[in-house]
């Protein structure tokens, strides 16, 4: 039968011709990535079980969500992942000052490759789609068992496919799209599904590409897809990832989609998500009130904290000061981002304008430390959910938006586009 | 025979609520009980008992996916969680640790909170409004994964 890309995908590691959706299969799995929080829970089952990681190769270890560690059981989360990283001969391990958020972390690092399955004990294991391979959250358990076969149980998923056209207009971005399909689709809209993008893939570029790729998840998606192109090649190639011509999946001319979705880029217009749902999606110029006053901003995350993101936010900053009243909070998402931002001068116009500047963490987006919200307050923020209580108290809220959004809002105090 | 009382929530029950953050740095599924529900139900972990069931609607466990919300709904004693739809990492989390669902649009319609249910035989019956589901079928694998009572007791057999 005719086979999506995501299904050759599947396919080729469970070592088969072909697969049917909705069919479980298991598969070999080519990266296994854990976090501070996920994989301290995966180790205990692995110690249970007596067992030894089959493929230290295949498995990366980032601390990333409550590093510089926030506290002293955090510290002991930190610790067992490190000892156990010791242990087994994993030699990707990433702590403090090598690491940076896992999500932004594993493409920079060169560890994705197209074509490959990659599964992560993190619910945004999904941005790596963005670069034409199959990736995928799961849980610690999963994880443990990977860790001890190499392999792991799948449900092969149906498609949708989004066929993109035209190209994004000034100040919209990735985020803006991938909010709206949320908005589309619902949250639990492509649950069990993969979300496959086609058509005119190459207006996008990488960072907005992995910036969808991240958000597949908070529509239910198992996976996003997106082709390999010129500009995913090259940035690949500068990540020394060369892939050859089987790894370069496509998907059959007939296959088959339960759903397909065209969307105009130019058509996409700035988009924040109200609490509580990041499908409760609003737009300016439309339904947005000009007077949403808000507390705090936070700038980054595994969906918005690359180098883009910095510099999309620093061109609304520069030479302005952020609104009395609001705390404005920018978290580059790796090292790297960070070192850049320093030789740039991103770093400088965020605190010449009043922002405190942070080394990478996931900290606020789960409400875990560096910026978390009182009674009642109210931040923007470019991270990924802002479900009751996510940033903070039950009575706080977060919209998510852009870091053009985020960044103008710190400035005018109330939720704001830049305008042209 | 084992009863169990119902706690009912709506839609999008997210794991944020069902384990919030800002107890994940400890991992131990006893200490996490405490919180099982909190910024939903702050009353859950003083009221449910072993042997409890939760209801809620479509899309439940979705968001993160911390394994953390499965083991303390566990750990807090929860018999089976019934749902119009559930989450897919939740679903693998809840399998791969011997949580039992069910996913029933018509069971998480019908039955209301502090109704008494109880399972035998394939069978849940809601002894409150004297009406009786069988469960509806599951994946051979999914079920030799509940059978042994969890994902790494399943793959330790396949070698």
């Known amino acids: 039968m005719a086979l999506t890309a995501t299904q050759k995908i599947f396919a080729k590691h469970a070592g088969r011709e072909s697969v049917t959706p909705g069919e479980l299969v298991t598969a070999q799995v080519d990266v296994i990535l854990g976090n501070d929080i996920t994989s301290p829970v995966a180790i205990a089952e692995m110690k249970k079980a007596g067992g030894k990681v089959a493929c230290p190769e295949k498995v990366a270890l980032v601390l990333d969500h409550f590093v510089p560690a926030k506290d002293i059981k955090s510290a002991e989360q930190c610790k067992t992942v490190r000892d156990f990283a010791a242990e087994q001969g994993i030699e990707h391990f990433y702590d403090v000052g090598k690491a940076g958020i896992e999500h932004a972390l594993l493409p920079e690092l060169g560890l994705v490759r197209p074509g490959a399955l990659i599964i992560g004990a993190d619910s945004h294991t999904c941005t790596y789609g963005a670069l034409g391979c199959v990736s995928t959250g799961v849980g610690s358990t999963d994880m443990a068992a990977a860790m001890l076969t190499g392999k792991l149980w799948f449900r092969v998923p149906q498609a949708i496919k989004v066929t993109l056209s035209g190209k994004l207009r000034r100040y919209v971005t990735g985020k803006d799209v991938i909010l709206t399909l949320i908005g589309m689709l619902g949250v639990d809209g492509a649950t069990y599904r993969s979300l496959e993008f086609f058509g005119n893939v190459s207006a996008l570029s990488v960072d907005d590409r992995l910036t969808i790729a991240n958000m597949a998840v908070e529509c239910g998606a198992k996976n996003a897809f997106f082709p390999v192109d010129e500009e995913a090649a090259a940035y690949l190639a500068s990540r020394g990832v060369h892939p050859c011509a089987e790894e370069l999946v496509l998907p059959d001319a007939d296959a088959e989609y339960i759903e397909e979705i065209a969307l105009d880029l130019s058509s996409v217009p700035p988009t924040v998500a109200f609490p509580h749902l990041p499908s409760n999606v609003r737009t300016f110029g439309k339904d947005i009130p000009n007077d949403i006053a808000i507390d705090q901003v936070v700038i980054g995350s595994c969906t918005n904290g690359r180098l883009s993101d910095m510099r999309a936010a620093a061109s609304v900053m520069k030479g302005r000061k952020v609104a009395k009243g609001v705390r404005c909070i920018v978290i580059p998402a790796t090292m790297e981002v960070y070192k850049q931002c320093l030789e740039e001068g991103l770093t400088a116009t965020f605190v010449d304008s009043g922002a405190v500047v942070s080394t990478p963490t996931c900290g606020p987006c789960l409400g875990g430390y560096m910026g978390i919200l009182a009674h009642g307050e109210r931040a923007v923020a470019t991270t990924n959910r802002n479900f009751v209580g996510r940033m903070g108290d039950v009575t706080s809220e977060v919209y998510l938006a852009s870091p053009y959004v985020a960044a103008e809002s710190a400035i005018r105090g109330v939720l704001a586009c830049p305008e042209e | ?159």
């Open chain 2, 1 to 159: 025979m084992e009863k169990g009382k119902v706690f009912k929530y709506g839609d999008n029950v997210n794991t944020d609520v069902i384990i919030p953050a800002r107890y994940l740095n400890d991992a131990s599924a006893q200490n996490l009980k405490a919180h099982a529900m909190e910024d939903i139900d702050p009353e859950f972990s003083k009221r449910v008992r072993p042997g409890d069931f939760v209801v809620g609607g479509f899309n439940f466990g979705s968001g993160s996916s911390r394994e953390h919300a499965p083991l303390a709904l566990k750990a807090s004693g929860v018999r089976a969680v019934i749902a119009k739809s559930f989450a897919r990492i939740f679903f693998r989390n809840a399998v791969n640790t011997g949580l039992y669902i069910i996913e029933s649009a018509e069971m998480a319609d019908e039955i209301d909170e502090n109704d008494v249910l109880t399972i035998e035989n394939g069978v849940l019956t809601d002894l409150t409004k004297g009406k009786s589901y069988p469960l509806p079928p599951m994946d051979d694998y999914v079920a030799k994964i509940l059978a042994k009572g969890g994902l790494m007791e399943a793959v330790k057999d396949e070698g």
